[in-house]
């Protein structure tokens, strides 16, 4: 027996492999999670690798079966059936990675010259003496203009309030934080300099804490968005708002008391203090901008749906409740239009070397509301799509959010259903991509028609008065029966019915077909861990060679990573906005024809 060094990649880990094992079982005992339908045999073709370094053993007939010629000569693989000849280095595609897996890898880092808007400069102060009794304000001010050739006016109250004690508790030596002609804050000169990126979403908030000197990302969350229990969708919270004065101020503090605790538990991980956080970047679709900040919401629900602010705004985070560092600023990115918002300016700045050399690109960002870009040589057309909360779980008989005993992997062979859950446990329900699935599975063999009546089948029973098709029974479970219902797959096909209209209608408002996209860019939570095979069998994605199709996760918060980090993304992220052409769907000709031909699967 020899061990082999094997470095696994996107994920970054790396370890020991017998030379007796199959990469599969190697990458679960390192903790990698890699899908496996089958248990190791080789047949649904669900674990796919690419071997970038190294020799390994020679092509099974399973993965003869799985890869054309060419792809086999690249160094694709199935997990499952490849042992190592050497050490290697091991790049797993991104549909091959279990959900965590996946979600884990919203942490990677941005690449980006750094040129934060706070900069830090530590200072030696001459202490005041009867022939010296300038001011400590002006004290520091005056150094630090001379010092470092600087032309700062004026000093943050807050930050003014502990300034005295500080220079003489600290022998007049300080790291003073300014940003453009500000000082904001002045601490000891190990104080670090900290950054909070959020991608504010509808239905979640994901949360990051970045070293402002390194570009490193120190720790990373996410929470639900505390708002959904006052409506599922932007919609409904609009409505919500528009009762009355004291609702409206409801969803502002709940949503700012969700940030707060976010950035509690963010410092927490690395133990730092929230007081050390300088500036934040947050971004989320125009409705969440406008109830973060209180601005008026009743013209987002009135045609023309125009946003009260479409700029960039620089505010303090104070004035907004966000309790970091006394004198800090909360960037926004500017919005586009009534709903699609920075979130979709952030994804677009994070993918913009993906895009920017190509032909035709349609760029998704998949929510409880989904914003979708057409890319046609540098011209960028948006639409907004309301595809819900069902992705989530939400409205789904048995949906869940992603956690432990989701089932995020299916598939129907024959009369047997061959599932894998989230943590290799007993299955409780279905999460997102486990959902769309099934629904691919049971359309791809007949148990489900175009129009999405389910069929007769032999797990298809009537259970409180509809048709459900049974994925897991009771006797297999040990407990409750877990099943897709008549009524399940009539939202799923509102939601992808949704998503796909909005795909339609750019291509038809630009004159161009399906074929001569080049490229399909999938962002979001729901987005990067779905299975593109699947999406494209019910036709929520168009029908395209699936190396077309790159799932970046979550991009929107990338972005914000990316404004945190430089000044100058957040010229780019203006300059993205401004190109932008949006499209109203609702006042688009014949939306209602192009929609309901959009909701049937295939």
């Not at 990458?27 to 080789?42: D, E, M, Q, T, Y």
């Not at 669900?46 to 993965?63: A, D, M, N, Q």
């Not at 008026?296 to 966000?322: C, E």
């Not at 970091?324 to 586009?336: E, S, V």
């Amino acid at each position: 027996m020899r061990y082999y060094n094997v470095e696994f990649e996107p994920v970054g880990r790396r370890g020991k492999c017998r030379d007796d094992e199959s990469v599969l079982d190697c990458a679960h005992r390192l903790g990698v999670g890699i899908v496996s339908l089958c248990g190791g045999r080789g047949k649904f073709h669900c674990c796919k690798i690419r071997i970038i370094k190294g020799f390994v053993s020679k092509p099974t007939k399973s993965e003869i079966e799985a890869f054309s010629p060419k792809e086999l000569k690249d160094g694709y693989r199935l997990a499952c059936q490849t042992h190592l000849r050497s050490d290697c280095k091991i790049q797993i595609l991104l549909e091959s990675l279990t959900t965590p897996q996946r979600l884990q890898l919203e942490g990677i880092e941005a690449d980006v010259e750094l040129n934060p808007p706070v900069k830090s400069y530590n200072v030696k102060l001459s202490s005041p003496s009867m022939s010296d009794l300038r001011g400590d304000d002006k004290r520091i001010v005056d150094e630090l203009n001379h010092q470092f050739n600087l032309s700062c006016q004026k000093f943050d109250i807050n930050a003014l309030k502990n300034v005295s004690p500080q220079l003489r508790s600290r022998r007049w030596e300080a790291r003073v934080f300014v940003r453009d002609d500000e000082i904001i804050s002045i601490g000891s000169q190990r104080r670090p300099g900290l950054g909070l990126a959020v991608d504010l979403g509808t239905t979640k908030i994901a949360g990051y804490l970045l070293d402002l000197d390194s570009g490193r990302t120190l720790s990373s969350d996410g929470v639900m968005n505390p708002q959904i229990s006052y409506g599922e969708d932007i919609v409904s919270r609009i409505t919500y708002a528009m009762e009355s004065p004291a609702k409206k101020k409801k969803l502002q503090e709940v949503v700012v008391n969700a940030l707060n605790r976010l950035t509690d538990d963010l410092c927490r991980k690395v133990n730092v203090k929230k007081e050390e956080i300088l500036e934040a970047v947050i971004v989320g679709n125009t409705a969440m901008h406008h109830l973060l900040l209180d601005l008026p919401v009743s013209q987002l629900a009135a045609f023309p749906f125009v946003p009260a602010v479409q700029d960039s705004l620089d505010v303090k985070a104070r004035d907004v409740g966000l309790d970091i560092a006394p004198g800090a600023y909360i960037h926004l990115l500017p919005n586009i239009a009534g709903f699609v918002g920075a979130d979709h300016v952030a994804m677009l700045l994070a993918t913009e070397n993906i895009w920017k050399d190509e032909d035709l690109v349609i760029a998704l960002d998949i929510g409880t509301n989904t914003e979708v870009s057409l890319i046609d040589n540098g011209d960028i057309t948006s639409v907004s799509c309301a595809s819900g909360p069902a992705f989530e779980g939400a409205h789904i008989k048995d949906g869940m959010r992603a956690t432990n005993g989701a089932i995020e992997r299916l598939q129907l062979i024959g009369d047997k259903v061959e599932y894998q859950t989230i943590g290799k446990v007993p299955p409780v329900g279905l999460c997102g991509s486990g959902i769309l699935d099934a629904i691919a599975q049971l359309y791809l063999a007949g148990v489900i028609s175009k129009d999405g009546k389910m069929k007769d089948h032999r797990r298809v029973r009537f259970h409180n008065n509809q048709k459900e098709f049974v994925l897991v029974d009771k006797k297999e479970n040990g407990s409750l029966a877990i099943a897709i219902t008549q009524k399940d797959v009539r939202e799923i096909q509102l939601a992808k019915g949704a998503i796909r209209s909005g795909i339609d209608i750019l291509l038809q408002e630009k004159n161009r077909s399906k074929q001569e996209v080049k490229k399909v860019i999938i962002a979001g939570a729901f987005g990067s861990y779905i299975n593109i095979a699947s999406a494209v069998s019910i036709g929520m994605l168009p029908s395209l060679p699936l190396n077309r199709f790159q799932q970046v996760g979550n991009a929107a918060g990338t972005g914000a990573k990316l404004a945190l980090l430089s000044v100058k993304e957040r010229l780019k992220a203006e300059t993205i906005a401004r190109r932008v052409s949006y499209i109203e769907l609702a006042a688009f000709p014949n939306f209602e024809k192009v929609f309901l031909k959009a909701t049937y699967l295939g």
